[in-house]
RNA sequence: AGGCGCGUAGCUCAGCGGUUAGAGCACUUGCUUGACAUGCAAGGGGUCGGUGGUUCGAUUCCACUCGCGCCUACCA
């Protein structure tokens, strides 16, 4: 074996092995356990936030598949509507084309081919991150089976009547050309201006005052509101104003929705511009008026779908760009002597989430899943229990946003993604069905009838909302629904809770009338160092094969400065990432970045991602990979015990115990979904117990003529199946450098099998709890490290034998000392141990205390008095300090009174060891005069 | 406005109604000890954001408060 471990040489070799072997299928007659991946977006590739869940589900699936259940990981993409088509627009774009060119059919070829070219950078990162999901599962949602259960799920939701089409306000993308859903908008504060207008009273006998801060849609006014207590306004409810610039006659109506303290209490109503005022219009029933068109330019203009008369809205502004719009009409007004004042104003934009474009309430025909009637069964589930959140807290958002619901708008205006299985006759009649000729067969419309399938696409979420039973075969009865569905656990982050994880619950009900996965496990997500999301546009992100496989400096700033939306930026990008990572990334393979990952997945909703623990991880993977050199080397082409026997030594039967207790640590975190304090027991375990000290402590039995054959073989047995064991235990998170290893090991402890992947995970049981072990081994401990303290604070080099003697040591304590001299002796580098007689006057030494007993080392010529005499003073003062804590609590009558009896034995039991702790401290400074 | 989260060592984070609050990294000192310098050994470093309450006992539970962040809904 080389020195130290190099990821580069296994990974991708092991990886194709265990493809090859099919060793991903679900195999075995164990009970089902599955998971679904989120599907990314086909052409996009993997982040840090995917790389973090894959890890996890990859460390479940490869647990519970050890642990003999059924596995499946089930793998695949999505298409990404919008991304996806804009990603092939801005190429044609490059090439002076618009899809419009091309037409529907062959722009979706397009796509179609990107999707070819680009989708297959994701399986590339997911086989480096040693996903083990299934790959002859694979799915997209474009897929014909898919696609078939999408518009099985459309025809059945509209014929129940809970899909309609309707002509209302949308978010409409004025760039995009397409309406989006809610959860598309993004609102942040900008600074704008409030504008007060003066509308004219109807009969000349004076003004109003309005406030907006879209002056632009005062074309499309339909009435002016006040608040009915408002006693200011309330003697012009009900009359009439002289709408500017149009000369409109509009009424003044009183709602409660207008807030008399904001602006001047008096409210323009745009109902075609405004989802406010439309709600305010649907109350008062006033007219919808459309000034705008798709790119939100200002048009002549409709009335509820009628022409307005020509001439009402001023011919300069026909045309105009919104924003152009806006200030053509402050002008006008101010012209008109109409504009009362400007105020600075903030106020929430709403904005596309993929164009950045501000978006224009609009009215459109779009199609709508009624949702009220889909959310009751699906807040039921989580309600009571069918399916439950991890961290639990998380079930909170969820019944928030599910109780607030509003329909869903599931039409976009794209070529590309699942198009709505409706048509139209040339009398605008709408038909659904799962075919044109289903549809006319079903409507009795012969081929004399022209039929026009409806244009538009569903959002990608639609066909994402079935991923969990499409993937599976539905609509069709297959074995593998029956056996996989309900899923066993949901990874995902909770910034998709409504976008996807409440939408797959609802559909999951409505159309299996089970639940689609019985957990949801909720990830936090991953920032960078200093707490910021990862993104292209700040310039911070990572490539997962950056830090598996390193990268130098300048690949990584092309790669963070290319291609961004705001060139500008691209200096201080640049900048940046020259002073973070100054040579580049170091390579540190995929087990250390999983590891990694494991061991910050905690509950907290922010992970940031700290280079110096990969590092850290890393040296564990090569701590690991030399831990195995050591016991290899100690092992082969010697006897080794059958195993099953019972062990040998006081360090065998420790390490035992120490594993079953580690086992039952990890096994109970991850039943919690905590991979952070398993990764914890894992990693302390192996460094702090198996290397630290129990390799160590075979040393001795192993190296030196101390103990005999029959020992020697039954320590190798247990040093190689702990190891064994461990490298089992330790493999769901790090499947490389286990796999690699535990060949090796398994070969040399005669342990069957060809593959960690396909061995059983190691029990609690098998390594039962050994107390009087533990205790015995505490005491060898507690002995070397009080030697090592002196060693290490007296500066006595660790190459110098050391004489030491054993003072007032107990019958127990001197039975230890003889039988682990052999121990002792190596661990704390002794030259001899010999026991004072009762009354004999030792020499002048330097102390530890191990209970009762005192460690003294003689002092001649080896340590500074003046130094020691320090160090028993700070000990002194130390457990003087303590002395007085456990006095003042004993001395509390309360605390006799009320604490559990155990409690304030234990405290007695202290403040006796604390006495006489004190009293020898004092005696070995007395000493030393 | 409503909901949620966070605040513990220089940094990143665990933890918990009961010994002296832990880990990794960083720092100091010593070490080519036969698996490993991606290492070994020893050490320094925290009034657990603040105030109050419950309790024999609070970093832990409760209330209030300060600071930071996120989500949902938003007043034109």
């Not at 300069?316 to 109409?338: C, K, N, P, S, Y």
């Amino acid at each position: 074996m080389e020195k130290t471990y190099h990821p580069a040489s296994i990974e991708q070799r092991l990886y194709a092995e265990w493809e090859r072997r099919g060793l991903f299928a679900p195999a075995g007659d164990g009970a089902p356990y599955c998971i679904m991946i989120p599907p990314p977006n086909v052409t996009g590739t993997l982040h840090m936030g995917h790389a973090f869940q894959h890890t996890l589900m990859d460390a479940l699936t490869r647990y519970h598949r050890m642990r003999g259940h059924r596995a499946l990981w089930q793998p695949g993409t999505d298409h990404a509507g919008i991304a996806t088509q804009m990603v092939v627009e801005r190429q044609l774009d490059a090439a002076g084309q618009h899809r419009s060119d091309l037409g529907r059919e062959a722009f979706i070829a397009r796509v179609w081919d990107w999707k070819e070219q680009s989708g297959g950078t994701i399986s590339r990162q997911m086989r480096r991150l040693g996903d083990s999901v299934d790959w002859s599962r694979e799915r997209f949602t474009m897929d014909a089976g898919l696609s078939a259960a999408v518009t099985e799920v459309f025809v059945a939701l509209h014929e129940e009547g809970l899909i309609y089409r309707g002509k209302r306000l949308v978010n409409w993308d004025p760039v995009l050309h397409t309406a989006l859903s809610d959860l598309e908008v993004v609102a942040e504060p900008e600074q704008g201006q409030l504008w007060h207008f003066r509308y004219p009273l109807a009969d000349g006998s004076g003004h109003l005052v309005v406030a907006t801060t879209r002056p632009e849609t005062l074309l499309g006014d339909t009435a002016v509101a006040v608040n009915p207590e408002d006693e200011r306004y309330r003697h012009l409810v009900g009359r009439q104003v002289r709408l500017p610039l149009t000369g409109r006659l509009v009424p003044v109506i009183a709602d409660a929705y207008v807030d008399p303290a904001f602006g001047s209490g008096c409210v323009k109503i745009t109902p075609g511009h405004d989802f406010n005022d439309y709600e305010v219009g649907r109350r008062h029933d006033l007219p919808l008026i459309n000034v705008m068109d798709r790119d939100a330019r200002i048009t002549a203009g409709d009335c509820d779908g009628k022409a307005l008369p020509a001439g009402e809205i001023p011919a300069m502004l026909v045309g105009l760009d919104r924003f152009e719009a806006r200030h053509q009409v402050v002008a006008l007004m101010q012209d008109a002597g109409l504009l009362e004042k400007v105020d600075a104003h903030s106020l929430p934009v709403p904005r596309g989430d993929r164009s950045n474009a501000v978006l224009e309430p609009w009215l459109t025909d779009q199609w709508y899943v009624k949702i009220a009637p889909l959310a009751a069964p699906a807040i039921a589930a989580v309600e009571d229990g069918r399916i439950r959140f991890v961290p639990d807290n998380w079930a909170k958002t969820y019944f928030q946003w599910m109780h607030n619901i509003q329909d869903w708008c599931i039409s976009r205006q794209l070529w590309w993604g699942h198009r709505i299985p409706a048509w139209y006759d040339a009398a605008g009649r709408v038909y659904v069905g799962r075919s044109e000729a289903e549809v006319r067969s079903r409507h009795g419309l012969g081929s004399n009838v022209s039929l026009r399938q409806d244009e538009d696409v569903l959002d990608t979420w639609f066909s994402s909302a079935l991923w969990p039973f499409s993937t599976l075969g539905w609509p069709q009865k297959t074995p593998e629904l029956a056996a996989f569905y309900p899923t066993s656990v949901l990874v995902t982050g909770f910034d998709i809770i409504f976008f996807w994880v409440a939408r797959m619950i609802m559909m999951g009900l409505k159309f299996t009338g089970e639940v689609p996965f019985r957990e949801v496990y909720i990830t936090g997500l991953i920032r960078d160092e200093h707490g910021e999301k990862m993104s292209k546009s700040k310039g911070n992100i990572l490539d997962p094969l950056d830090l598996i496989d390193g990268v130098d400096l300048e690949t990584l700033v092309a790669k963070r400065s290319s291609g961004l939306m705001q060139p500008q930026l691209r200096p201080q990008i640049e900048k940046a990432t020259r002073r973070q990572f100054p040579a580049g990334i170091p390579e540190f393979g995929t087990d250390a970045l999983r590891f990694t990952f494991a061991a910050l997945a905690s509950t907290g909703r922010d992970i940031r991602f700290d280079l110096n623990r990969i590092e850290g991880y890393r040296n564990f993977c090569n701590k690991l990979w030399n831990a195995t050199r050591y016991v290899l080397m100690s092992v082969e082409g010697q006897p080794l015990a059958a195993p099953g026997r019972a062990p040998a030594t006081l360090p065998d039967r420790w390490i035992r115990s120490r594993l079953g207790q580690a086992l039952a640590s990890v096994h109970e975190q991850l039943a919690l979904y905590r991979f952070d304090l398993a990764a914890r027991a894992l990693y302390e375990f192996t460094w702090n117990e198996y290397c630290d000290w129990y390799l160590e402590l075979t040393k001795p039995v192993l190296q030196g003529d101390a103990a005999d054959a029959a020992t020697r073989a039954a320590t190798r047995r247990t040093l190689i199946e702990v190891l064994e064991a461990l490298l089992r235990a330790l493999h769901p998170l790090m499947p490389f450098i286990t796999e690699e290893l535990w060949r090796k090991v398994a070969a040399a402890a005669g342990v069957g099998g060809d593959s960690v992947m396909l061995q059983p995970y190691p029990e609690a049981a098998g390594f039962p709890a050994d107390a009087a072990a533990e205790a015995e081994l505490a005491w060898v401990q507690g002995f070397v490290l009080g030697i090592r303290q002196i060693r290490g604070e007296m500066n006595i080099p660790p190459s110098k034998p050391l004489p030491v003697l054993l003072q007032d040591a107990a019958a127990a304590d001197r039975q230890r000392a003889a039988d682990h001299w052999y121990l002792l002796r190596q661990l704390a580098r002794l030259d001899s141990l010999r026991l004072l007689d009762s009354g004999e006057e030792p020499p002048v030494s330097a102390t530890a205390l191990l209970g009762g007993t005192r460690i003294l080392v003689p002092m001649a010529g080896l340590i500074d008095l003046a130094a020691e005499r320090e160090r028993l003073a700070k000990a002194l003062t130390r457990a003087e300090a303590d002395r007085g804590r456990v006095e003042a609590k004993l001395a509390n009558r309360q605390f006799a009174e009320h604490a559990p009896p155990a409690v304030v034995a234990r405290e007695r039991e202290r403040l006796q060891a604390v006495e006489q702790e004190i009293r020898q401290l004092g005696e070995q400074l007395a000493r030393l005069g």
